[in-house]
């Protein structure tokens, strides 16, 4: 059974940062595409950045674009999303999923692409 572990969210000021961190269980993790996904209470789940298996291409929305900075460590089986310059609307569960892409070069964005998820870390941003 793949299981995948999210840690580090926690509680912070405007101007903050927190380090992420998403552990897997899947043997095939390194040839995996990750992501991270946010939802905030009342709110859909939204795409916040995605990963190729070998970390070489990557994705943001818009609204993170040079504040987070999604990376992995295929020999740990870890997926890291640094966040930064937090603000109160970044407040959500943040969520790590997997989806086996067998060494692919393409990025996926919708939630629906992706075949494993973690149960997510809080974030809360105070002003």
């Known amino acids: 059974q793949v299981q995948l572990v999210e840690s580090g969210g926690g509680s912070v000021q405007a101007g903050g940062s927190l380090r992420l961190s998403c552990a897997a269980s899947?043997?095939?993790?390194?040839?995996?595409?990750m992501g991270w996904f946010r939802q905030a209470p009342g709110k859909e789940r939204d795409f916040v950045a995605a990963i190729s298996w070998s970390g070489g291409n990557t994705a943001y929305a818009d609204s993170v674009k040079g504040r987070f900075t999604i990376s992995r460590d295929n020999a740990k089986n870890t997926v890291y999303l640094q966040v930064n310059s937090l603000n109160p609307e970044n407040t959500a569960v943040y969520c790590c999923a997997d989806r086996n892409a067998v060494r692919g070069v393409s990025l996926y964005a919708r939630a629906d692409e992706y075949h494993y998820w973690g149960k997510g870390t809080q974030v809360t941003v105070s002003s």
């Open positions: 899947r043997r095939t993790f390194s040839r995996d595409a």
